[in-house]
T-cell receptor, first 120, second 111 residues
Framework: GAVVSQHPSRVICKSGTSVKIECRSL??????MFWYRQFPKQSLMLMAT?????????EQGVEKDKFLINHASLTLSTLTVTSAHPEDSSFYIC????????????????FGEGSWLTVV | QQQVKQSPQSLIVQKGGISIINCAYE??????FPWYQQFPGKGPALLIA?????SEKKEGRFTISFNKSAKQFSLHIMDSQPGDSATYFC??????????FGTGTRLTVIP
């Protein structure tokens, strides 16, 4: 089946530095990818929707200058957490839409394995 | 505003029993209802999904029951196993738009 790969799975960075997380669709071309943040024992919170070749659409309350999203190709989207602070420590998850026909009028969405970010 | 309401928050089931998780929604434009399974420290994995013109879909031990008039859908896990212990999320979507997730149900299957 379709696979979405995230890298790195775990990263520790110092406060004030930037860290980049990659999301790749391995066997399909994803025109749309989504980035989520998840706190322990909570549901997924959508941060932004990333469309290939255009600017990402950020959800209300998400700082676009802090969480930089780039979707330069149909198989890769990146999330860069700039000037990271301890409160940015979280589990970040991406998902990608498989454009092949799926259930409903839309397409199937597959999730990456997630990336644990710890800012010290 | 929570677009998709999920219950219970946590569930404990004996091995071999049936696990039932319920979700409700308000937006009648939703046309895709997936369930995701998430193990600790991992991303959600698509389990099973249904569209509103079908009342039930079964895949192995997992069944979605869908009640369009009541705007409710549920996940049934038959013959629950300890390996099913995970957090389950229901979700809903219109067309090719973003998924709206429920708050999650932490399932524990005890041997």
């Amino acid at each position: 089946g379709a696979v979405v790969s995230q890298h790195p799975s775990r990263v520790i960075c110092k406060s004030g530095t930037s860290v980049k997380i990659e999301c790749r669709s391995l066997d399909f071309q994803a025109t749309t990818m989504f980035w989520y943040r998840q706190f322990p024992k909570q549901s997924l919170m959508l941060m932004a929707t990333s469309n290939e070749g255009s600017k990402a659409t950020y959800e209300q309350g998400v700082e676009k200058d802090k969480f930089l999203i780039n979707h330069a190709s149909l198989t890769l989207s990146t999330l860069t957490v700039t000037s990271a602070h301890p409160e940015d420590s979280s589990f970040y998850i991406c998902s990608a839409r498989d454009p092949s026909p799926g259930v409903g009028s839309g397409n199937t969405i597959y999730f990456g394995e997630g990336s644990w970010l710890t800012v010290v | 505003q929570q677009q998709v309401k999920q219950s219970p928050q946590s569930l404990i089931v004996q091995k071999g029993g049936i696990s039932i998780i319920n979700c409700a929604y308000e937006n009648t434009a939703f046309d895709y209802f997936p369930w995701y399974q998430q193990f600790p420290g991992k991303g959600p994995a698509l389990l099973i999904a249904i569209r509103p013109d079908v009342s039930e879909k079964k895949e192995g031990r997992f069944t979605i029951s869908f009640n369009k008039s009541a705007k409710q859908f549920s996940l049934h896990i038959m013959d629950s196993q300890p390996g099913d212990s995970a957090t389950y999320f229901c979700a809903a979507r219109t067309g090719a738009n973003n998924l709206f997730f429920g708050t999650g149900t932490r399932l524990t299957v005890i041997p």
